[in-house]
Nanobody
């Protein structure tokens, strides 16, 4: 069974720079694309950023230039460095991984709250 577990988040002041991490564990053959999504209260879940196992990245326009996604393939871990946080970044952030274990499937973490407020 594959599990994705997120760490980080919490209450952050505007302009803050927290880092989220998410590690995949279980009987994993390979982790393909990993990504971060977020869901604000009353809104649909939206893409934040994705990264392929080759390092190709994709970002939502709202976070370009402020957030950086990276990964450590040896640890099956993806990171999200968030800079210059704004109140509108407040949301539950979810990690996603497309995992071969041994069948390919999409897995989600439990989510971690990021609240941007002074």
């Amino acid at each position: 069974q594959v599990q994705l577990v997120e760490h980080g988040g919490g209450l952050v002041q505007p302009g803050g720079s927290p880092r989220l991490s998410c590690s995949a564990s279980g009987r994993i053959f390979r982790v393909n694309v990993m990504g971060w999504y977020r869901q604000a209260p009353g809104k649909q879940r939206e893409l934040v950023a994705t990264i392929s196992n080759g390092g190709y990245t994709n970002y939502a326009d709202s976070v370009k230039g402020r957030f950086t996604i990276s990964r450590d393939n040896a640890k099956n871990t993806v990171y999200l460095q968030m800079n210059s946080l704004k109140p509108e970044d407040t949301a539950v952030y979810y990690c996603n991984g497309n995992v071969l274990a041994p069948m390919r499937g999409d897995y989600w973490g439990q989510g971690t709250q990021v609240a941007v407020s002074s």
